[in-house]
């Protein structure tokens, strides 16, 4: 199985804070990748698709790169509703898809 | 606009079997797309569980292939996940989803069903 690994796990951070989340696979992905936002008691929402598209609807302030094994997640300006947990996904091979850890964005 | 929405028992014992119900609208079912099952442990991340083809293939993740049966029912327009055996770390939120051929994730989700497994 193809393993997702994301860092940090965690992170304090501010409003207006620039913030940066990486994922990394274990092996080639291309840009099967996948970015979800989860908060509390809430279904995970779609941000980010194919490693680097914006889901329709998602703030400018959310970008993402990457293609292979490395992927960011960046989020230009934090704002107070970002605040909530981050995952990667991979789908490279469509039956075996797995989530990276996940990376909690807190307060600060 | 597709929604999702999950139902079934809260509490399951111990080596008994999990049966959750995923009901479509806003999309006939057997048109096809890819639908999903993923849950969450307390506290936890978010965990692959299967999913299903239009066409009925099913994918399951290995960890829990065993114990898993994704099926789709068209007369009711809805999909469903029976896992066996289950335990007390089988306790989790339970999503359905659909995962989109235009994006290739798992765009739409339902708003989760919490089953725990107790005596």
């Known amino acids: 199985d193809i393993q997702m690994t994301q860092s940090p796990s965690s992170l304090s951070a501010s409003v207006g804070d620039r913030v940066t989340i990486t994922c990394r696979a274990s092996q080639s992905i291309s840009t099967y990748l996948n970015w979800y936002q989860q908060k509390p008691g809430e279904a995970p929402k779609l941000l980010i698709y194919a490693a680097s598209t914006l889901q329709s609807g998602v703030p400018s302030r959310f970008s993402a790169s990457g293609s292979g094994t490395d992927f960011t997640l960046t989020i230009s300006s934090l704002q107070p509703e970002d605040f909530a947990t981050y995952y990667c996904?991979?789908?490279?091979?469509?039956?075996?898809?797995?989530f990276g850890q996940g990376t909690k964005v807190e307060i600060k | 606009q597709v929604q999702l929405q999950e139902s079934g028992p809260g509490l399951v014992k111990p080596s008994e079997t999990l049966s959750l119900s995923c009901a479509v609208s806003?999309?006939?079912?057997?048109?096809?797309?890819?639908w999903g099952w993923i849950r969450q442990p307390p506290g936890k991340g978010l965990e692959w569980i299967g999913s299903i083809y239009q066409g009925g293939n099913t994918y399951y993740n290995p960890s829990l292939k065993s114990r898993v049966t994704i099926s789709v029912d068209t007369s009711r327009n809805q999909f469903s996940l029976r896992l066996s055996s289950v335990t007390a770390a089988d306790t989790a939120v339970y999503y359905c989803?659909?995962?989109?051929?235009?994006?290739?994730?798992?765009?739409?989700w339902g708003q989760g069903t919490v089953v725990t497994v107790s005596s």
């Open positions: 989803s659909l995962f989109e051929m235009v994006t290739n994730a798992f765009g739409v």
């Open positions: 806003g999309y006939s079912i057997s048109s096809g797309y890819y």
């Open positions: 996904e991979q789908h490279y091979s469509p039956t075996r898809v797995t």
